[in-house]
């Protein structure tokens, strides 16, 4: 059977938050026909026991694992990958994304026209340290300059979208930043809806304001040159 939505859930080393998200995650879709897809990339914690745990308990969640950590955009496209419905959720896996607003995306985009790919979320109140809300209303501001991508929040991770419009972009590392900007390039449309935040309660960020300065920096290059080597068909039709 094929489910109506995938959600895709990125984890490493998220000890005490991937167990708990994952019933959130099954509470807020309960009554629908969907599939959760935890992805563990080479965790050193007790992620995927704790994951492996539940299996009984949530049948429709399915546990997949990188032998080697290749980060959060390598695990979101390992589980689009394996997903099997049209639509894709994804929710970022320390639990700062409240689960009970992604069916709202979910349903958002499957009323929106055919050229409609992503409704992403915007974190309405974000729960973060100030420094953190510096650094990412920057580097959303200067990006949104550069690539003109209609996207306040391209750091929230709570975002849906169809999986056939996701695997026609090109991958890269950090792609799950450039979404947007990418959807459009291949002559699709997004929309954006305000979500909740929460603050973390266990484990540790993976970044750093620094590392993230540096890879914004290499990558917005990168998709600025992807767009100045674009070129839309438009419509095709077969004769």
Same mark, same amino acid.
């Given at each position: 059977?094929?489910?109506?939505?995938?959600?895709?859930?990125?984890?490493?080393?998220?000890?005490?938050?991937?167990?708990?998200?994952?019933?959130?995650?099954?509470?807020?879709?309960?009554?629908?026909?969907?599939?959760?897809?935890?992805?563990?990339?080479?965790?050193?914690?007790?992620?995927?026991?704790?994951?492996?745990?539940?299996?009984?308990?949530?049948?429709?969640?399915?546990?997949?694992?990188?032998?080697?950590?290749?980060?959060?955009?390598?695990?979101?496209?390992?589980?689009?990958?394996?997903?099997?419905?049209?639509?894709?959720?994804?929710?970022?896996?320390? *639990?700062?994304?409240?689960?009970?607003?992604?069916? =709202? &995306?979910?349903? @958002? %985009?499957?009323?929106?026209?055919?050229?409609?790919? !992503?409704?992403?979320?915007?974190?309405?109140?974000?729960?973060?340290?100030?420094?953190?809300?510096?650094?990412?209303?920057?580097?959303?501001?200067?990006?949104?300059?550069?690539?003109?991508?209609?996207?306040?929040?391209?750091?929230?991770?709570?975002?849906?979208?169809?999986?056939?419009?996701?695997?026609?972009?090109?991958?890269?590392?950090?792609?799950?930043?450039?979404?947007?900007?990418?959807?459009?390039?291949?002559?699709?449309?997004?929309?954006?809806?305000?979500?909740?935040?929460?603050?973390?309660?266990? *484990?540790?960020?993976?970044?750093?304001?620094?590392? =993230? &300065?540096?890879? @914004? %920096?290499?990558?917005?290059?990168?998709?600025?040159? !992807?767009?100045?080597?674009?070129?839309?068909?438009?419509?095709?039709?077969?004769?």
């Amino acid at each position: 059977m094929t489910p109506d939505v995938s959600i895709v859930v990125p984890v490493h080393d998220e000890a005490g938050a991937a167990g708990p998200l994952a019933r959130e995650i099954a509470e807020a879709f309960k009554g629908r026909d969907f599939e959760m897809v935890f992805v563990n990339d080479a965790s050193r914690d007790s992620t995927l026991a704790e994951l492996q745990a539940l299996k009984a308990e949530l049948p429709m969640l399915r546990v997949l694992s990188h032998a080697k950590n290749a980060g959060q955009s390598r695990a979101v496209r390992t589980g689009v990958l394996a997903a099997r419905a049209p639509i894709i959720v994804t929710l970022d896996g320390d *639990g700062q994304n409240p689960p009970a607003d992604a069916p =709202r &995306l979910a349903d @958002a %985009l499957m009323a929106a026209p055919p050229e409609v790919a !992503l409704v992403g979320g915007v974190r309405a109140k974000r729960q973060d340290s100030g420094a953190k809300r510096w650094a990412s209303r920057w580097a959303n501001g200067i990006r949104k300059w550069l690539l003109n991508d209609d996207a306040d929040d391209t750091g929230c991770g709570l975002k849906a979208f169809r999986r056939d419009a996701f695997l026609r972009l090109p991958y890269f590392d950090h792609i799950h930043r450039y979404l947007p900007a990418l959807m459009i390039r291949e002559g699709y449309q997004n929309r954006f809806m305000d979500v909740g935040h929460r603050g973390r309660e266990t *484990g540790r960020s993976k970044y750093t304001n620094l590392g =993230r &300065l540096w890879a @914004a %920096l290499s990558d917005l290059l990168g998709v600025m040159w !992807l767009r100045t080597r674009s070129r839309n068909p438009g419509d095709v039709t077969e004769a």
